[in-house]
């Protein structure tokens, strides 16, 4: 992870740190990551809303 730049939601998903965390709670990076795509659908359709 280059540490001069924001790190993408890959790499914090590939962090040794956050995986063990993950795991301990029964998280998978899937449902993370499905979780966000959730997220920007519905922020789109919003979007789409108020510029209509």
């Known amino acids: 992870m280059d540490r001069s730049t ?3 939601l890959s790499e914090l998903l590939e962090d ?3 995986i ?3 795991t301990r709670d029964g ?3 899937d449902s993370v990551q ?3 795509e959730r997220l920007r659908r ?3 359709v ?3 809303r ?3």
Do not use: C, D, G, K
């Open 6 to 8: 924001t790190p993408t």
């Open 16 to 18: 040794p740190i956050v």
């Open 20 to 22: 063990a965390v993950m």
């Open 27 to 29: 998280i998978s990076p």
């Open 34 to 36: 499905q979780l966000f």
């Open 42 to 44: 519905s922020r789109r």
């Open 46 to 48: 919003q979007e789409e």
């Open 50 to 52: 108020l510029a209509a």
